[in-house]
């Protein structure tokens, strides 16, 4: 991370008149100066009551690169209204100004300029920090001289991992994917690698271990950049909801997650050998939200969340991941955040917002240890729906009170993460964290995708005819019948979100239709056998599980077949 140099940055950035512009100096010949890894000239060009027009030059003084995104924040209420020779997009007070397609590579030493109108009121007060690519700019980062070839310079962290890099792809899931009919087609697709016992540190029934996916993740490297997804996932008393994913430690074994779990993954991410690779660690799936809706004197409480929440384990846990993880300048922690169909009620949103910020400051772990939050792991809620949205109302009845979206504030991820992420920078997280959404069964393609909204008889007649996600209902989690692959895994695909990602290797069961002997720690739940009727968790209904399923992260053919067949978009 960037060194803040207060008498350097003094120096550097001017701030001159009402004209409102700042101006930062180039790099010169001295050793300090040269260290500044790129620097931003912001000007107000003109200025009126309710708007203004800017414009900005950016100078790479680091490796050259194919891509690029600049980052700043308001103090006051600025809006960009419109833009040029970049893409920008605005959250909140949280400005990104990324490469058009024409204007990407920006060389060693070379500088791109855009400019854009803004509305304001009030005061303008001009922004005072800018990053490139995450790296703070105008500001000397302690390496003594300007930046080498080859990528990222080890230890400095980017605002998105994802940004110009590829991603890891599994070559024990690829050849499992490229064994099915058809498989082929997604299977250089990069997924997760899920760390869920402390025995899969070293590889289980002589697969590979973390040193060996590190190991191939350098290989597949080459000279560009490249991202590890790990899925870190063994918490005491793991997954207190539900019995197909329970793991291998008791509720008080905590000491037993630290020492055999976590410390042993951070010695191995922290090895220099792996220091040229963007590690994201997706931390326990399943367990800070399980306290928010699964406890106390509600319908859907259990008494294994009751003893979760007591015994404080989760967010000892949690905590003590982030910061033994966050301490590795290349890892980048992201922090499971539910889906909409789970944390989107008034009752659950905010709560859960709250408890990820306790979580997130336990065990000597503060903010700076989160980049970010992932939705929808391994879950099946629709990315967008497009044929209707919370604002309508059918025959003066809102969409909210329709039995599908039970008065939740959201009916899709996209709409959910974008707004958790406000509301996660509102309780305290820095402005510049991402979201990642697993998209890796989300699709619901195939003959049962509506093609447009419903007939307005009723609001349940015109959601339940429109809705893309095919579920009985929202809450149904287990092998979804009618599931499809979803958005292939891409970069910043919309604002506040750092990736689509397939976190959950899509083929890989959520667990087993029926009780299934093993040594996994995983029990027999009744949400993934098809004949179940139910349970307050989700309204009573079937379940919708598919058949003759096998237990969790097992291989299931048919899922993986029927996930192509329903894929969108299509394969």
């Given amino acids: 991370m960037s060194r803040t140099r207060t008498a350097l940055l003094a120096a550097l950035v001017l701030v001159a008149g009402a004209s409102g ?54 103090a006051g209420n600025q809006k960009v209204t419109s833009g040029w020779n970049a893409k920008i997009s605005q959250s909140g007070t949280a400005v990104t100004a990324a490469n058009e397609t024409y204007n990407g590579s920006l060389q060693t030493g070379s500088s791109v300029s855009f400019g854009f109108n803004a509305s304001y009121s009030g005061t303008n007060a001009l922004p005072t920090a800018f990053t490139l690519d995450g790296v703070t700019c105008n500001v000397d980062d302690g390496s003594g001289g300007g930046g080498g070839g080859g990528g990222t310079d080890p230890g400095t962290r980017v605002d998105n991992p994802y940004a110009g890099a590829k991603v890891y792809v599994n070559p024990e899931w690829s050849a499992k994917a490229a064994a099915e009919t058809g498989g082929s087609r997604i299977s250089n697709q990069p997924t997760g690698v899920w760390l869920d016992r402390i025995a899969a540190i070293n590889g289980v029934n002589g697969g590979m271990g973390l040193r060996a996916h590190l190991d191939a993740a350098l290989a597949q490297k080459g000279s560009g950049e490249e991202v590890v997804q790990l899925v870190v996932y063994d918490l005491p008393g793991r997954d207190c909801a539900a019995l197909a994913s329970n793991g291998e430690l008791g509720p008080t074994e905590i000491g037993r997650y630290e020492s055999e779990f976590i410390d042993p993954i951070a010695a191995i991410l922290a ?22 809706t699964n406890t106390g004197s509600k ?106 979206v039970d008065w939740n504030r959201y009916v899709d991820e996209l709409s959910y993460a974008q707004a958790f992420r406000n509301q996660l920078v509102s309780v ?35 959601v339940d005819g429109g809705r893309y996600d095919r579920r009985i209902q929202v809450g149904n989690w287990c092998n979804q019948s009618g599931a499809g692959l979803g958005e292939r895994p891409q970069a910043a695909p919309a604002t506040g979100i750092d990736a689509y990602v397939w976190m959950k290797p899509p083929g890989e069961s959520d667990g087993s239709s029926t009780a299934i002997a093993n040594d996994e720690g995983k029990g027999f739940d009744r949400m993934c056998d098809p004949t179940y009727t139910g349970n307050a968790r989700n309204g009573n209904n079937m379940s919708g599980a598919l058949p003759n399923a096998p237990l969790s992260g097992h291989w299931f053919s048919a899922q993986f077949q029927q996930l192509m067949a329903n894929a969108y978009p299509p394969l």
């Fill in 428 to 462: 305290g997280f820095n402005s510049g964290i991402g979201m990642l959404i697993d998209t890796s069964r989300n699709g619901w393609g195939g003959s049962a995708r509506p093609t447009g909204p419903g007939a307005t008889t009723s609001v349940d007649t015109y």
């Fill in 271 to 292: 090895d220099s050998k792996y220091a040229s690779l963007r590690i994201v660690t997706t931390i326990e799936i399943d367990s800070l939200p399980n306290l928010v």
């Fill in 21 to 74: 512009t700042a101006v930062a100096a180039n790099p010169s010949s001295d050793v300090g100066i040269a260290a500044i890894p790129c620097s931003v000239d912001y000007k107000v060009q003109n200025q009126w009551d309710t708007g203004f027009t800017a414009a900005v030059t950016v100078t790479n003084n680091s490796a050259a690169k194919s891509s690029w995104a600049v980052k700043w924040s308001y």
């Fill in 299 to 404: 319908a859907t409480a259990t008494p294994q969340c009751d003893t979760m929440l007591a015994n404080g384990n989760y967010v000892k846990g949690v905590g003590y991941a982030l910061n033994k993880l966050g301490a590795i300048p290349n890892v980048y922690n992201y922090i499971d955040a539910g889906h909409h169909g789970w944390l989107g009620w008034d009752d659950n949103f905010a709560p859960s917002a709250n408890l990820f910020y306790q979580a997130a400051n336990a065990e000597g772990a503060t903010v700076n240890d989160v980049a970010g939050f992932i939705t929808n792991t391994a879950n099946y809620s629709a990315l967008k729906e497009n044929n209707f949205t919370i604002n309508d109302s059918v025959n003066g009845v809102s969409v909210r009170q329709s039995k599908w």
